[in-house]
């Protein structure tokens, strides 16, 4: 029996499933994983940044014109697509097997999929607000050529910035405990493209006392010996695959006992 089709039985044994991602659910989307990118030297600042340098709060404050460059560069995608895997979780929700998606992934593809209930622990690409009076804007208005090379305000001056968690920032308190709720209430957690390295997101899996817990990553990760099952392939083409199977293939089902001939 292959994994896709394990997962199908452990999902139709589910109605609180969770669905925990991070970057590997969104590289069959084009999108490349953040700390798979390199640095960038920029010849004013005479040194060359590492990914995570420049995706801090103290280079965003320190330098701006570079922060917003580079995050235009790198961070920015704008003709993403959701995959498979997006739909299907979406598919998911809407028949009442999945009640959440918690995301480290800042594109929101998600949404875009259909997905209802999502977490973003690490905010969202997409939503931008001003640093001194908080206004919102759509990532559309930083895209602006008037807007280059610093975004501000309309309202009150003040610099526009992207509503994602960067470097030295915390996660939001709020959408912090609405995944721990939901993952300690899951009946299965499905941990997908993620390798359970960055912290506290990683820590989440500690919360989960569920029936079943699936891993779906290419590499190993540090729950795989606490999994029922782990399936090293692509994420999107397995929980496709999976909901096929649980949606339109009847040899999964349960099969009543035929009665005895007479």
């Given at each position: 029996?292959?994994?896709?089709?394990?997962?199908?039985?452990?999902?139709?044994?589910?109605?609180?499933?969770?669905?925990?991602?991070?970057?590997?659910?969104?590289?069959?989307?084009?999108?490349?994983?953040?700390?798979?990118?390199?640095?960038?030297?920029?010849?004013?600042?005479?040194?060359?940044?590492?990914?995570?340098?420049?995706?801090?709060?103290?280079?965003?404050?320190?330098?701006?014109?570079?922060?917003?460059?580079?995050y235009r560069q790198r961070m920015m995608?704008?003709?993403?697509?959701?995959?498979?895997?997006?739909?299907?979780?979406?598919?998911?929700?809407?028949?009442?097997?999945?009640?959440?998606?918690?995301?480290?992934?800042?594109?929101?593809?998600?949404?875009?999929?259909?997905?209802?209930?999502?977490?973003?622990?690490?905010?969202?690409?997409?939503?931008?607000?001003?640093?001194?009076?908080?206004?919102?804007?759509?990532?559309?208005?930083?895209?602006?050529?008037?807007?280059?090379?610093?975004?501000?305000?309309?309202?009150?001056?003040?610099?526009?910035?992207?509503?994602?968690?960067?470097?030295?920032?915390?996660?939001?308190?709020?959408?912090?405990?609405?995944?721990?709720?939901?993952?300690?209430?899951?009946?299965?957690?499905?941990?997908?493209?993620?390798?359970?390295?960055?912290?506290?997101?990683?820590g989440l899996i500690d919360y989960f006392?569920?029936?079943?817990?699936?891993?779906?990553?290419?590499?190993?990760?540090?729950?795989?010996?606490?999994?029922?099952?782990?399936?090293?392939?692509?994420?999107?083409?397995?929980?496709?695959?999976?909901?096929?199977?649980?949606?339109?293939?009847?040899?999964?089902?349960?099969?009543?006992?035929?009665?005895?001939?007479?």
């Amino acid at each position: 029996m292959g994994g896709a089709e394990k997962l199908a039985r452990i999902l139709q044994d589910s109605t609180k499933a969770v669905f925990f991602g991070g970057a590997g659910m969104s590289t069959e989307s084009g999108i490349p994983d953040f700390r798979g990118a390199d640095g960038i030297y920029y010849q004013k600042l005479h040194r060359e940044f590492r990914p995570e340098e420049m995706a801090s709060h103290s280079f965003l404050v320190n330098h701006p014109e570079e922060f917003f460059e580079a995050y235009r560069q790198r961070m920015m995608f704008m003709d993403a697509k959701p995959n498979a895997g997006h739909k299907a979780l979406a598919k998911l929700e809407e028949r009442g097997i999945l009640r959440a998606v918690v995301t480290q992934n800042i594109d929101g593809l998600h949404q875009l999929a259909g997905s209802k209930t999502v977490y973003e622990l690490h905010g969202s690409s997409l939503r931008w607000f001003c640093m001194k009076c908080g206004r919102f804007y759509p990532m559309e208005y930083a895209l602006r050529e008037e807007n280059r090379p610093i975004p501000h305000c309309e309202v009150c001056g003040g610099v526009v910035r992207p509503g994602v968690v960067l470097y030295e920032e915390g996660l939001d308190e709020e959408i912090l405990e609405n995944a721990v709720h939901a993952i300690s209430d899951a009946d299965t957690l499905i941990v997908g493209g993620t390798s359970l390295a960055v912290y506290p997101a990683a820590g989440l899996i500690d919360y989960f006392h569920g029936k079943h817990l699936v891993l779906i990553n290419k590499t190993e990760t540090k729950a795989d010996s606490m999994a029922e099952l782990v399936i090293r392939d692509a994420i999107g083409k397995v929980l496709h695959e999976a909901t096929e199977r649980l949606f339109h293939a009847p040899s999964i089902h349960i099969r009543l006992p035929q009665k005895a001939m007479p």
